[in-house]
């Protein structure tokens, strides 16, 4: 990145917030309904970020890369009055259906006890005191999705008071857990998801079904140390007001950004499309602006970064600008969810072995994953030979919820598959693979729903090297960084900038890369906007 040190003109608004995905939307929303003048920079012809609607198919369209709805927080959605400004989510008839060999396992309301039964009576008798275990913690780190985290600044007792202050009331928080449920905070934050079950149930569908939590963006075993945390991150949702469901945005995932969008321009915010920044200027120590790749320059008092931690700071800003050891620990964050994300569109439902013809189970999350081992050997594969030869596969097929998304009688399925190489080993491609992975997930669904590979009509292909270049998720990872102990809470993304300010002045981030996380959430733009607000109140 070559030096700049020529005079930049006066800043020209207030807040300069580069990436217009969800976070970004979200804290330009509460920056402009502060009274700050506002523009957010986005280098593709369309808002959204990984949510969005695209066309991929004549008369077919689906949500490109996130696919559900769930984790929206539900401040959000008020205080962007995102209703008015048309979206609307619709609830999964049946949550998950989990297809098998040997039958089915169907999850939903007043259907999974009696499901697990017929697997194991013992396991079904333990599935209340389970969700209610899982639940109390859950509810605890809800409160805790809208907080910005205790951080460890340098310096002395003037700095490190509020911090302390803050460390106190989440310890509070986390204090009003009986032992049992802090024994199993404690479990879920160290263990793997599949010893968390283990412990718990005895038959593998029900592992599996909820073991897939686990493993959704998170490329590692589900008896990998860890990611028993990653399937509590999935149960944190609710949809209108119901905790624990999952459902669809009519019009896909787009809608959601585009009502945010629609709230941002009713404020006064300025979106401008086609703009991919390639520097952060920094002046003295402070961010100042950022240049655009077609040479553009936008000056701000603040600049606001909703792009993955990885990208910011290893890419857009000059070395120079940076703590030594903090510019080490960036370039070893950790990204790459083995993720391999599909569209097809479809000249009819899929009907599967175990559960032929139509029916609410295909409104579910449909998992081909039948076992935690199943799941296991699919990570073991991929970090042999690239990907998965058994892969994991989710299927949703939102045009059962949704029929504006295809024409009638035909239907688009999403397939979320895993697991797959960030980058393949040997030198090799995915320019050179993409197709071939494709028809394997293809054909992975139709072993378990004969006649699916002949019912698709066109398809949407992005391996993990095209969502990195299509919305700069570095290594396909969905989350913006592992979910992992190392890069949580007040160590997302490195410990001492764990509340959504930098080591630049002035330089922020509103991102999945910070507190709570991955997910449509839109709670990182929030949190970020307080910030930002409490900074400039402080002057």
């Given at each position: 990145?070559?030096?700049?040190?020529?005079?930049?003109?006066?800043?020209?608004?207030?807040?300069?917030?580069?990436?217009?995905?969800?976070?970004?939307?979200?804290?330009?929303?509460?920056?402009?309904?502060?009274?700050?003048?506002?523009?957010?920079?986005?280098?593709?012809?369309?808002?959204?970020?990984?949510?969005?609607?695209?066309?991929?198919?004549?008369?077919?369209?689906?949500?490109?890369?996130?696919?559900?709805?769930?984790?929206?927080?539900?401040?959000?959605?008020?205080?962007?009055?995102?209703?008015?400004?048309?979206?609307?989510?619709?609830?999964?008839?049946?949550?998950?259906?989990?297809?098998?060999?040997?039958?089915?396992?169907?999850?939903?309301?007043?259907?999974?006890?009696?499901?697990?039964?017929?697997?194991?009576?013992?396991?079904?008798?333990?599935?209340?005191?389970?969700?209610?275990?899982?639940?109390?913690?859950?509810?605890?780190?809800?409160?805790?999705?809208?907080?910005?985290?205790?951080?460890?600044?340098?310096?002395?007792?003037?700095?490190?008071?509020?911090?302390?202050?803050?460390?106190?009331?989440?310890?509070?928080?986390?204090?009003?857990?009986?032992?049992?449920?802090?024994?199993?905070?404690?479990?879920?934050?160290?263990?793997?998801?599949?010893?968390?079950?283990?412990?718990?149930?005895?038959?593998?569908?029900?592992?599996?079904?909820?073991?897939?939590?686990?493993?959704?963006?998170?490329?590692?075993?589900?008896?990998?140390?860890?990611?028993?945390?990653?399937?509590?991150?999935?149960?944190?949702?609710?949809?209108?007001?119901?905790?624990?469901?999952?459902?669809?945005?009519?019009?896909?995932?787009?809608?959601?950004?585009?009502?945010?969008?629609?709230?941002?321009?009713?404020?006064?915010?300025?979106?401008?499309?086609?703009?991919?920044?390639?520097?952060?200027?920094?002046?003295?120590?402070?961010?100042?602006?950022?240049?655009?790749?077609?040479?553009?320059?936008?000056?701000?008092?603040?600049?606001?970064?909703?792009?993955?931690?990885?990208?910011?700071?290893n890419q857009l800003i000059a070395a120079r600008e940076l703590p030594e050891d903090f510019r080490d620990r960036m370039q070893r964050y950790r990204n790459g969810s083995g993720t391999f994300r599909m569209n097809v569109a479809l000249s009819q439902l899929p009907s599967f072995t175990c559960l032929p013809g139509d029916g609410d189970h295909l409104t579910a999350g449909i998992i081909i994953a039948p076992t935690l081992q199943y799941m296991e050997e699919a990570y073991f594969d991929a970090r042999r030979t690239g990907?998965?030869?058994?892969?994991?596969?989710?299927?949703?097929?939102?045009?059962?919820?949704?029929?504006?998304?295809?024409?009638?009688g035909q239907h688009v399925a999403s397939l979320f598959c895993q697991h797959v190489e960030p980058e393949l080993p040997d030198g090799r491609s995915w320019d050179d693979h993409r197709e071939e992975v494709a028809d394997l997930m293809i054909e992975t669904v139709d072993k378990w729903a004969p006649g699916f590979k002949a019912s698709v009509l066109g398809r949407q292909i992005h391996s993990p090297l095209d969502l990195e270049r299509k919305f700069g998720l570095i290594g396909g990872d969905i989350f913006h960084g592992?979910?992992?102990?190392?890069?949580?809470?007040?160590?997302?993304?490195?410990?001492?900038?764990?509340?959504?300010?930098?080591?630049?002045?002035?330089?922020?981030?509103?991102?999945?890369?910070?507190?709570?996380?991955?997910?449509?959430?839109?709670?990182?733009?929030?949190?970020?906007?307080?910030?930002?607000?409490?900074?400039?109140?402080?002057?």
């Amino acid at each position: 990145m070559e030096q700049m040190t020529a005079p930049l003109p006066a800043p020209e608004q207030d807040i300069l917030i580069i990436g217009g995905g969800h976070n970004g939307l979200v804290c330009a929303a509460y920056l402009a309904a502060a009274g700050l003048s506002v523009t957010v920079l986005e280098a593709r012809d369309l808002v959204g970020g990984a949510a969005v609607t695209e066309e991929f198919h004549p008369g077919f369209r689906n949500s490109v890369a996130s696919y559900t709805v769930s984790l929206l927080n539900p401040k959000v959605i008020n205080d962007l009055e995102l209703a008015r400004h048309g979206l609307r989510v619709v609830e999964r008839r049946i949550g998950n259906f989990l297809p098998l060999e040997d039958g089915y396992l169907l999850a939903g309301d007043g259907l999974t006890k009696a499901e697990t039964a017929k697997f194991s009576q013992r396991d079904a008798d333990r599935l209340d005191e389970f969700n209610n275990r899982l639940e109390a913690i859950a509810d605890v780190l809800r409160d805790l999705v809208l907080e910005t985290p205790p951080n460890l600044p340098e310096g002395g007792l003037f700095r490190a008071l509020p911090e302390m202050l803050r460390a106190l009331d989440v310890g509070g928080k986390l204090n009003t857990l009986d032992l049992t449920a802090k024994r199993d905070l404690l479990d879920l934050f160290s263990k793997s998801a599949g010893d968390w079950l283990d412990g718990w149930f005895e038959s593998a569908p029900i592992k599996a079904l909820l073991g897939f939590d686990g493993v959704v963006g998170n490329y590692a075993s589900p008896y990998t140390p860890g990611s028993a945390y990653v399937l509590l991150h999935h149960v944190f949702g609710e949809v209108n007001g119901k905790k624990g469901a999952w459902g669809h945005a009519i019009g896909g995932m787009g809608a959601i950004t585009q009502a945010m969008a629609r709230c941002c321009e009713e404020r006064g915010v300025n979106i401008v499309t086609g703009a991919k920044v390639e520097e952060v200027l920094v002046r003295n120590g402070f961010a100042a602006g950022a240049r655009t790749a077609d040479g553009q320059v936008f000056t701000a008092r603040h600049v606001v970064s909703n792009l993955n931690p990885s990208l910011l700071f290893n890419q857009l800003i000059a070395a120079r600008e940076l703590p030594e050891d903090f510019r080490d620990r960036m370039q070893r964050y950790r990204n790459g969810s083995g993720t391999f994300r599909m569209n097809v569109a479809l000249s009819q439902l899929p009907s599967f072995t175990c559960l032929p013809g139509d029916g609410d189970h295909l409104t579910a999350g449909i998992i081909i994953a039948p076992t935690l081992q199943y799941m296991e050997e699919a990570y073991f594969d991929a970090r042999r030979t690239g990907w998965s030869k058994d892969p994991i596969v989710e299927m949703l097929i939102p045009s059962t919820l949704d029929d504006s998304l295809a024409p009638a009688g035909q239907h688009v399925a999403s397939l979320f598959c895993q697991h797959v190489e960030p980058e393949l080993p040997d030198g090799r491609s995915w320019d050179d693979h993409r197709e071939e992975v494709a028809d394997l997930m293809i054909e992975t669904v139709d072993k378990w729903a004969p006649g699916f590979k002949a019912s698709v009509l066109g398809r949407q292909i992005h391996s993990p090297l095209d969502l990195e270049r299509k919305f700069g998720l570095i290594g396909g990872d969905i989350f913006h960084g592992a979910l992992s102990l190392d890069q949580l809470f007040s160590a997302r993304p490195v410990l001492g900038h764990g509340d959504y300010r930098t080591p630049i002045k002035a330089l922020y981030q509103c991102g999945s890369g910070t507190h709570p996380g991955g997910g449509v959430t839109g709670a990182p733009g929030h949190n970020a906007a307080r910030e930002i607000l409490r900074d400039l109140r402080r002057g």
